[in-house]
């Protein structure tokens, strides 16, 4: 009903760890990070005005910085680390025959 499903996001061996890759998934912009060996898999779009976070930096603290104004997620859970209530969208993602789907 929902139509949701797995897609293609990159290959496994394109993500080194530590890492973080941008790709598009049925036209959404998402933001693929491999930190100590686990993927995560969120939205690369800024909820504050839309950045790409990909441009951003991302820290050893599982901190993503927006490289327009700043704002901090944490990527385990895409949520903004400031004042105000924003989350990112973050996508279920798997490995499978040497290639890393995610779930939107
Ligand atoms: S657009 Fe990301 S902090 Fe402003």
């Known amino acids: 009903m929902s139509g949701q499903s797995w897609f ?6 394109d993500l080194k760890d530590g890492n973080m890759k941008f790709v598009r998934v049925k036209g959404n912009p998402v933001l693929l990070i491999r930190k100590n060996k686990v993927i995560y898999s969120l939205s690369g779009k ?20 927006c490289p327009c104004h700043g704002w901090e997620y944490d990527i385990r859970s895409g949520k903004y680390l400031g004042e105000k209530d924003e989350v990112l ?12 789907l995610v779930y939107l």
């Open 8 to 13: 293609f996001a990159l290959k496994d061996s």
């Open 46 to 65: 800024c909820k504050h005005m839309g950045c790409r976070l990909s441009k951003g930096t991302f820290s050893d603290e599982f901190i993503l910085k």
């Open 89 to 100: 969208e973050v996508y279920e993602n798997k490995v499978e025959d040497g290639e890393i």
